[in-house]
């Protein structure tokens, strides 16, 4: 393995941060204005997820098997099913458990992200 791929997790970290700063600021704000917490996690999770592809491609995976033409519609793909896992999540959170929909939010979307690091790193990276 290369030396950079040891590193990959922290810098995936803090694009993953970055991103979801974005995702939590448009949900927060959103559910604050009594927009339905499943409406406004759509709308965040989609900012968070172009963020996060933009900073991920340029500082984690730089060597992407993909042109960003072919990653932009694979990502979406893909974080169309980690945002049917976050809203499965986030109902299940507030719903079943009564976690407050901020709390609820942190926790689904920290659940996504992994799986979504797991899934770019076997799937669009180069071998």
Avoid: E, H, Q
């Amino acid at each position: 393995m290369k030396p950079s791929i040891y590193k990959a997790p922290l810098r995936y970290f803090f694009a993953v941060v970055c991103g979801y700063c974005i995702d939590f600021s448009i949900y927060a704000a959103l559910v604050m204005y009594d927009l339905s917490i499943y409406w406004a996690n759509a709308a965040g999770f989609s900012v968070g997820v172009i963020v996060n592809l933009l900073l991920i491609r340029r500082f984690v995976f730089t060597n992407s098997r993909f042109k960003l033409s072919t990653d932009l519609p694979l990502t979406f793909a893909v974080n169309g099913a980690m945002l049917g896992i976050g809203m499965g999540l986030l109902w299940l959170l507030v719903n079943s458990f009564s976690i407050n929909p901020y709390g609820a939010k942190l926790l689904a979307n920290g659940i996504t992200f992994m799986l979504n690091f797991v899934i770019r790193a076997v799937f669009f990276r180069k071998k």
